[in-house]
């Protein structure tokens, strides 16, 4: 596929695509489901950035629908975490290219910052806190109001099934218990979009379930938004609503993970049943070298969680 061709976009119903309503600093809605509109939790509108001269993020836009689990995904260097930082406002951006439930995320920085929750890629739990603690110092920063301090840290570990070993040191935990500790602190201000970069990475199959059940079950209990980075194919087609592919700065197909697929399906029609990672190597071409060199599927850079807390 060649650079000037538009990513396939498919509706969240398989019918129509989302369509963003141009109505001023009003939230905008979006028919994610095919029934009534939903509000948009997070808008880009033809975000770009650049390191210097190296173009990261190159004319993006993407339409999160309050609710929805909605992956992005692609290989190294696709410019995924680029574009989670800009929605984040890690990164500045012009205003006008990213709102977040309405917010833009440059001219009303703090509202946005407020509304999130994100654990990065990075290491953020401290080795040397119990979980407990490195909770509760979230909570601070978050400005969790004193008198309800110790029940939203309690109840963001119990969340996250840590509540037994809440008083442990965090660096006895395993990798899976770290990720899943990283979710709490994120979770401690009770945030409407919850970001997460890479959440399994570098963890056994069981821990990614683990994480993957509580983000879910945290998700049904509170109709959070989740807007989530992964190299793992199966996790996006098993997880999430929506996913954008991305690669070299710009998104490549749009859709359900079902959508996506039979719609290859469809194109190939020589009765084989591709993958969501085919409907990668179809819209990325041969081009996508970390695919094909395997490097894709392997995690290329793993994140020993459990080592580097420890
Ligand atoms: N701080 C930085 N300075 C210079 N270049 C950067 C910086 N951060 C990212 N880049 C470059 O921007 C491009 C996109 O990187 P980004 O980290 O957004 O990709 P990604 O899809 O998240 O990859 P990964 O899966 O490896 O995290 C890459 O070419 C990367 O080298």
Redesign the pocket.
């Given at each position: 596929m060649s650079d000037d061709e538009e990513p396939r976009e498919v509706a969240a119903n398989g019918d129509q695509p989302h369509t963003a309503a141009a109505n001023g600093d009003q939230p905008h809605r979006v028919a994610a489901n095919g029934d009534e509109p939903r509000e948009e939790a997070v808008t880009v509108t033809g975000l770009r950035?650049a390191?210097?001269r190296?173009?990261?993020?190159d004319g993006l836009d993407l339409t999160v629908a309050a609710g929805e689990v909605f992956g992005?995904l692609?290989?190294?260097?696709?410019?995924?975490?680029?574009?989670?930082?800009c929605v984040t406002t890690l990164l500045p951006v012009p205003p006008g290219m990213v709102r977040v439930f309405g917010h833009d995320v440059t001219t009303d920085r703090m509202a946005v910052r407020r509304l999130l929750g994100y654990v990065p890629?990075q290491l953020s739990a401290d080795s040397s806190l119990t979980g407990r603690e490195n909770v509760s110092l979230f909570a601070r920063v978050f400005d969790v109001p004193r008198r309800e301090r110790a029940d939203r840290v309690a109840q963001a570990l119990e969340a996250v099934g840590l509540s037994e070993a809440a008083d442990r040191m965090a660096g006895t935990y395993s990798g899976g218990m770290v990720r899943r500790l990283e979710l709490a602190q994120a979770l401690v201000s009770a945030p409407r979009l919850l970001i997460l970069?890479?959440p399994t990475i570098g963890l056994d199959p069981i821990a990614r379930t683990g994480v993957w059940d509580h983000i879910m079950a945290i998700r049904a209990a509170s109709g959070m938004t989740v807007l989530v980075?992964t190299?793992y194919m199966d996790e996006a087609d098993q997880y999430c609503d929506r996913v954008a592919l991305?690669h070299q700065?710009r998104v490549r197909a749009l859709g359900t993970p079902r959508r996506l697929t039979d719609d290859l399906r469809a194109r190939l029609g020589d009765g084989t049943s591709p993958t969501l990672e085919d409907v990668f190597r179809d819209v990325a071409g041969g081009s996508l070298d970390d695919l094909d060199r395997g490097e894709f599927r392997d995690v290329?850079?793993t994140r020993n969680t459990a080592a580097r807390v420890g």
């Open positions: 950035y390191f210097g190296a173009t990261a993020v992005l692609g290989p190294n260097g696709a410019g995924k975490t680029t574009a989670i930082r890629q970069d890479e980075t190299h991305m700065g290329r850079r």
